[in-house]
Each structure stands twice: as C-alpha cells, then as structure tokens.
C-alpha cells in the first residue's frame, strides 16, 4: 500500500481527538487527505463501518463516493459498490470487511437506524448547523474496538458557520474544545503538482481581499456584501415552462447544469450536476442518462462556440447565451428583480449563493462587480433566464404563459 500524503498531512494519520477538524483553502488537499486516512485506518484495524456525511445525500455521489472509488482503484483494492444505498464493501489484508456508507442528512431517521459506526467523516462541514452536528455527535457513542474519530473538512467561511470557528477556532485558545484537534491547510500543502499549478493560479487571480483570505490562505473571515438573497423551496408542481443553464469547466472549474423551473412570475433552480474533468461528450451523455428532453431550451456561454457545436451535435437544443459590454452586470440586475428560489438539495448551488459578492474598493466598500470565482451554478443560471426571458418579453411584450410546456 503505497499512498500519496504530503508531508502537512501525514502527522493527522497519528491523530486520535475524538475530532479532527480540518479547515482550509480551496485545493489544499484536505478532503483527499481525509479520504486517505479512513482507507488506511480500514486497511490497517479492518472491520470499519465509516459514516461519511454531506448535508444532503445526493451530493455525495459526485464528491466523497467517486475519491473513494478513485483512491480503491488507484490502490488496485477490489471492492463492491451498492450504488442502490450509496455503500462500499471492501477487505483489509487479514480479511476483515469495512463498509463506506455514504449518506445525507436529509435522511435523519435512516442515519439514526444504523449501528455499529466506528468513525465519521462531514464533508463540506459548513453546510451542517451546530444542531446537526450535536445530533450526529450524540448518536456516535458505541463502542469500537478503536479510538472514536469525527472529521470535518470546509474551508474557512465564518459566515456559513460561525458555530465551527467559535467552537474549534475561538479567539482565545483556551476556549477550544479539548477533545479537538484543528488543522489550517492551503494549496501549498497538496501533493500533486499539476493540481498547485492550477489551484495556484487561479486562486492567485482572486481580487477580493475577503476571498482570497479564505480560499487562498485557509483564514477564517466573513463575507459581506452579498448579491443575491435567494431561499430554498420544493420543485413546483405543473410548471409553466422549464429551461436549463449550462456552464461549461474541466479541471479546477465544474462543468454545472441547472435545470429552471418557471411558475408564473417565479423561477426555481435545480442543480443536476456540479462535476470537473467532463468532457463535452460526457456531457452530453450525462444529459442523456439524466433524461433532459431534446428539444428543451439548453443556454450556455457563448464564448463556448465549439464546446456548443459539440453538444448540439448530440441532439440537444443549446444555445448561445449572448455576451456584450454590461452583460453580466445587467443579468444579475435582471436575476435580482426576480423571485427565484433554490430546489432544496442543491448544495452547491447554494454554497455559491451563499459566496457570491460584489467587489470591494480600497476602502472596502462594495462596487457593482461581482467577484468571478465559485459561480458556475449561478453563470448558468443567469445566461438561461436572463437571456430566455428577454427573448420571450421581446417577443410576447410580457411574460408569457405556457410557452415549453413539460
């Protein structure tokens, strides 16, 4: 067994606290490193049943279940995914089994319905309220014939979850919880180099002083100046029309589609998929796969001319959302006037509302810019209903009834 852990991360494999909180900059590796550390506690004790935690359990399926089956892979370990209850099943060397549970807390009663949890992992832990955590603190009190372990990865957003920074990070270190051990990272401490260089290079281009604090340097800090104030609701029932927004990315940035949902004057956002390294094909094959019908409304970026050749190739009704001076300033003017609501189970899409700002100036007041970085959900989402809309009320003079029905 030969794995890859920069020197920043190797002393945590040591840790016994019954928490281990592990904040940090946006690709520093932290939630690799946690992967890591429960495939070798597995391999190394055996017998493990790990809870692994997201807010809402969809999104697992694209975050902490593909590192695992990417590291078992890597690792050349066999192992048995359940895609039904979102389980892994694979064996230490002496032969021992240990299960990877992936679930959401959207699910509380079938979370309180499992036994025998020997460690837990929340990803993106700042989507978790202080309740949340107490209540899945609580129900990890059987005994394992090892040491206990809760991890927790985010990066460092005090104003998602202020509970983490007073509990974890107080000003005043002897207020810390004594059965924690904390843990700063940034993109200096991942191992992979290619993945420094693009992390590094696209954290580096981050202007907002706020945000670079955060997703460059790991230091807690709070946002303001917030653009969009968007709740949550359930999908609408007999929608007027439904359109989709597309953003295209690979590497450090996620190809997001998001699926829109009018209701008279009301726009609801689904997020279908938030996922890097797909390609133009994969694209179109997920689309597929995921049942987005032909002839719907698909807008993208159109600064993505051959990107939206390829996925109309596959059949698909895309089209180019137009760019021009004041484009983007006049779509979120257009999106603030708007009653628009985030699907419940969106999570990323929300974390990017919850992120999303304008700029600052010298004196740290706000300017009508917004900050480009962690907005790939909403890029989408501004090219479909701004431009669809502008087209419709061009066209009809007003908003229109049913003009693509379901």
């Not at 303001?224 to 927004?245: F, L, R, S």
């Not at 390609?279 to 990107?307: F, H």
């Not at 009508?368 to 431009?387: C, M, Q, S, W």
Request: glycine share 6%; with cysteine; aromatic share 12%.
């Amino acid at each position: 067994m030969h794995l890859l852990i920069s020197d920043h991360f190797f002393p945590l494999f040591g840790v016994q606290d019954r928490y281990l909180v592990m904040g940090g900059g946006k690709g520093s590796g932290k939630s690799e490193a946690a992967a890591r550390k429960i495939f070798y506690r597995c391999m190394a004790e055996g017998n493990h049943r790990v809870l692994i935690l997201r807010k809402v359990s969809k999104t697992n399926r694209d975050s902490t279940l593909e590192v695992f089956k990417r590291l078992l892979e890597e690792q050349e370990i066999h192992y048995e995914h359940d895609r039904t209850h979102m389980e892994i099943r694979f064996y230490s060397p002496d032969g021992h089994p240990n299960v990877l549970l992936f679930r959401g807390l959207d699910d509380k009663q079938k979370i309180k319905s499992i036994k025998g949890i020997t460690a837990e992992w929340l990803e993106e832990a700042t989507e978790f309220t202080e309740g949340d955590f107490l209540e899945v603190d609580l129900a990890f009190r059987e005994p394992t014939p090892y040491y206990k372990q809760i991890i927790l990865t985010f990066n460092p957003v005090e104003s998602l979850a202020p509970w983490i920074k007073r509990r974890f990070f107080p000003d005043d270190p002897k207020d810390n919880d004594p059965r924690a051990y904390t843990d700063i990272s940034t993109i200096e401490d991942n191992p992979i180099e290619e993945m420094r260089i693009q992390y590094t290079t696209a954290l580096d281009a981050i202007q907002d002083v706020t945000m670079r604090m955060i997703y460059r340097y790991g230091v807690w800090a709070k946002l303001k100046g917030m653009i969009y104030n968007w709740g949550t609701a359930k999908a609408p029932e007999n929608p007027d029309e439904v359109i989709y927004g597309l953003d295209f990315g690979y590497s450090v940035n996620p190809a997001a589609l998001i699926k829109i949902y009018r209701k008279a004057d009301e726009f609801y956002l689904e997020e279908i998929f938030y996922r890097t390294k797909m390609t133009n094909q994969a694209i179109g094959a997920e689309m597929r796969r995921l049942g987005v019908p032909p002839l719907a409304y698909i807008y993208a970026d159109a600064a993505e001319p051959k990107s939206i050749d390829e996925i109309r190739s596959q059949g698909f009704n895309i089209r180019p959302a137009p760019k021009g001076a004041d484009s983007v300033r006049a779509g979120i003017d257009f999106l603030q006037s708007q009653k628009i609501f985030i699907i419940e189970g969106s999570s990323n899409l929300i974390k990017e509302v919850s992120t999303y700002k304008w700029k600052e100036d010298k004196n740290g007041e706000s300017i009508p810019e917004p900050v480009k970085f962690n907005d790939h959900g909403l890029d989408g989402t501004r090219y479909a209903i701004f431009t669809h809309m502008k087209s419709a009320v061009a066209f009809f003079g007003t908003i229109p009834g049913n003009i693509n029905p379901v």
